[in-house]
């Protein structure tokens, strides 16, 4: 059984229990416990704080877990990095009170700041030559300066609203952040393999976000401009039709790029256009 440690709770938890049911990893939802056994697969999920799991599947007590970068940088445990999940971004930001006049790092020299991330804090402003105090706080930290506490804060910001709504501004990104799977350095091979398959899982859920599944039916005269816009995954499919003027054509395409693509096939004379959202892709 592969122990997967999960924070218990907040935007992290969500993508992280939505990216478990489409990999088929199914808990119970009639319950919530510390421990969770899944239904068709060897997996429990342990549910902690999110700064307890590196340390948590650095000594064991977790085989994996799923944590914010923020908080494996932070805490600094021997744990395997075994793979970016690319879901709940953020970054960690120095930000200051709105109307202060800011001109550069050199700002921060000799002030306060608040923070519940003093090692990479402290690294960052001794990387670039600033003293400044640091008063650790957990939880909360943008109030610190409305209350006098500090001068400055760095926290983790994802859409800036808290920052606005308590006056402030950021002023300098000292690091990006998403979401990590780690494991321990030491994970049995029966294990490995478990985690082998859940990782299979979770490429093919991935690989699938963003991409739909058109099919279309096109003059042949066409075809080769047709096929520019619809590379697929090696190539498009192409199926001759009853008309001998036109093929059947079946590709992959991106969300990013779709009513772009599906206007030029249009303009080149592209029919019948149906497009089907793709739930797991397997490369």
């Not at 930000?95 to 006049?101: C, D, L, R």
């Not at 409305?146 to 006056?167: E, K, P, W």
């Not at 859940?198 to 490429?203: N, S, V």
């Amino acid at each position: 059984m592969l122990r997967i440690a999960v924070q218990s709770k907040g935007r992290l938890y969500d993508e992280t229990m939505r990216l478990f049911e489409e990999s088929g990893i199914r808990l119970s939802k009639a319950k919530r416990t510390l421990l969770l056994a899944a239904a068709d697969v060897p997996v429990e999920v342990l549910f902690l704080r999110d700064d307890d799991i590196p340390q948590s599947v650095a000594n064991g007590v977790a085989d994996a877990g799923i944590v914010g970068e923020n908080e494996y940088v932070e805490k600094g445990q021997e744990a395997e990095l075994i793979k970016r999940l690319g879901f709940s971004k953020c970054r960690l930001s120095l930000a200051i009170p709105k109307e202060a006049v800011y001109e550069g790092l050199a700002w921060f020299e000799g002030k306060t700041i608040a923070t519940s991330y003093p090692v990479i804090l402290n690294r960052f402003l001794k990387e670039n030559g600033i003293s400044a105090a640091l008063h650790e706080i957990s939880g909360s930290v943008e109030i610190a300066p409305g209350i006098g506490l500090a001068d400055a804060i760095f926290d983790i910001v994802s859409s800036g609203s808290t920052l606005v709504s308590n006056q402030l501004k950021e002023v300098a990104v000292v690091m990006k952040s998403e979401a990590l799977l780690i494991a321990n350095r030491s994970l049995p091979a029966e294990k490995r393999e478990v985690l082998n398959g859940i990782l299979f899982r979770f490429a093919a859920v991935q690989e699938a976000t963003g991409k739909k599944y058109v099919l279309l039916n096109a003059p042949k005269a066409q075809l080769t401009e047709i096929t520019k816009l619809l590379p697929g995954m090696k190539s498009p499919t192409v199926t001759p039709l009853a008309d001998a003027g036109w093929v059947s054509v079946q590709s992959v395409i991106t969300e990013k790029h779709f009513w772009e693509i599906i206007g030029k096939l249009k303009n080149l004379g592209a029919e019948g256009i149906l497009v089907i959202p793709i739930e797991k892709m397997i490369l």
